[in-house]
């Protein structure tokens, strides 16, 4: 699953050089990264089948989930795809139900439905019992969405971060669950102080701040006891399992990284740390939080 991220991140950061001459105009329509904007901010923005209003609706989405366009139609519509390659879904939408651009993800707050599963349930490529499927949740696990079909279909939230190694117990978090009566309870989660976003061209790219975190690690002088000393190498490093997500603050207009590192062979050897988007260190710990 960790690969389906990055493939969503190598799509999305591909297509960033589209969107940085206007990276401050965020209602010029355009091909490239852009968010869900309904007005309200519990409101929902639909996908539709053809560009028309009047055709059908695949998916609705809710504020700031993350979608690439593809085209610009005639109309007032823009073709857009929604999630990674392997597990996504393509139609059209209004264009001014969106805001352009990765700035935009900091301007448009995000929300989710919060599902908490009381049955096990399949995860498709697709909205339709006849995809592919693509891997399985268990009943009790949590799991967000950033969209909706008519209730029997929700779409999970593919959260803008870099994960490299694999995690026994980590939930996908891209792909479409059927959630018939009785395999989940959902709960609105009105938006957040703090959203996950994607690095601007002026900051560290994640693979510039996981560099930047090793650098950090082999010039310490003790705050990371719990990192032995023979596996203080950039290759050695390199083969721990990384989460690294970019942070934003909306109450401060902040963004910085959350970075945690955790030995494929031994747990307690992890580290957390947190720095500015250009690298400046905040803090970094021992420990496996």
């Not at 209602?27 to 968010?35: K, Q």
Request: glycine letters at 10%; proline letters at 5%; aromatic letters at 8%.
């Amino acid at each position: 699953m960790g690969k389906r991220i990055a493939l969503l991140l190598m799509l999305l950061l591909a297509l960033a050089p589209c969107v940085r001459a206007a990276q401050s105009d965020l209602t010029t329509p355009r091909t490239g990264f852009a968010v869900a904007a309904p007005e309200e901010e519990d409101g929902r923005v639909a996908l539709y089948d053809r560009p028309d209003p009047a055709s059908e609706v695949l998916m609705e989405y809710y504020s700031g989930a993350p979608l690439t366009v593809l085209s610009l139609e005639k109309a007032g519509m823009v073709k857009v795809q929604s999630g990674v390659q392997g597990a996504s879904v393509m139609g059209y939408m209004r264009e001014g139900d969106l805001r352009y651009g990765l700035a935009a993800m900091r301007v448009v707050p995000q929300a989710y439905m919060s599902i908490e599963l009381v049955r096990d349930v399949d995860l498709y490529a697709y909205p339709d019992g006849m995809a592919e499927k693509i891997g399985r949740l268990a009943a009790g696990e949590t799991v967000l969405t950033c969209g909706q079909n008519d209730g029997k279909w929700v779409q999970l939230f593919g959260l803008p971060r870099m994960l490299r190694g694999e995690w026994d117990g980590v939930s996908p978090e891209s792909g479409f669950v059927e959630m018939a009566t009785g395999r989940g309870k959902g709960a609105w989660q009105a938006p957040a102080t703090k959203q996950w976003v994607l690095p601007l061209e002026s900051e560290l790219s994640y693979e510039q701040a996981i560099d930047c975190a090793i650098d950090l690690i082999l010039a310490d002088n003790g705050a990371l006891p719990k990192i032995p000393q023979e596996e203080r190498s950039r290759e050695a490093l390199l083969s721990y399992m990384w989460d690294v997500r970019l942070e934003y603050y909306r109450s401060t207009g902040q963004a910085f990284y959350s970075i945690y590192l955790q030995s494929a062979d031994d747990y307690e050897h992890s580290a957390n740390i947190r720095m500015e988007p250009d690298g400046t260190l905040i803090d970094m710990e021992t420990g496996n939080g």
